[in-house]
């Protein structure tokens, strides 16, 4: 067998090495698109991180039935378009977002209130 980075570490390097070792070097526009890249990096790194097994969980204790997540969102989108679980799918829907937003932007949901 093979050992290996995997992805997410291929990325997180990809990610460290625009930041410290490239962005210093450029200036402008290039330093800018540089750090946009840097930033997806480490989206793309958190995204196949994050297996959404909590909510795979939820999903399937929601609609009493068991498939993959994409399976399981399909499922839902068909009820609630059907009227059915508004106020039952609230929750999950909400934490749902509060996971991709995390994913997208670390500290973004926190309460600073």
């Known amino acids: ?3 290996r980075p995997d992805a ?3 990325l997180e390097a990809m990610a460290a090495t625009l930041t410290d070792k490239v962005m210093p070097e450029l200036s402008g526009g290039a330093q800018h698109q540089a750090r946009i890249v840097a930033n997806l990096c ?3 790194a958190r995204d196949l991180a994050d297996d959404a097994t909590d909510t795979t969980a939820a ?5 009493g039935t068991e498939g993959s997540l994409d399976d399981l969102t399909a499922v839902l989108d068909h009820r ?3 009227g059915e679980l508004l106020d039952e ?3 999950l829907l909400l934490a749902d977002a509060a996971r991709r ?3 997208a932007k670390p500290g973004y949901t926190d309460d600073t209130n």
Do not use: G, H, S, Y
């Open 42 to 44: 480490r989206i793309v």
């Open 1 to 3: 067998m093979i050992d």
């Open 80 to 82: 609630l378009a059907a």
């Open 8 to 10: 997410t570490l291929l």
């Open 59 to 63: 999903l399937t204790a929601l609609l």
């Open 101 to 103: 937003a995390e994913i």
């Open 89 to 91: 799918a609230l929750p």
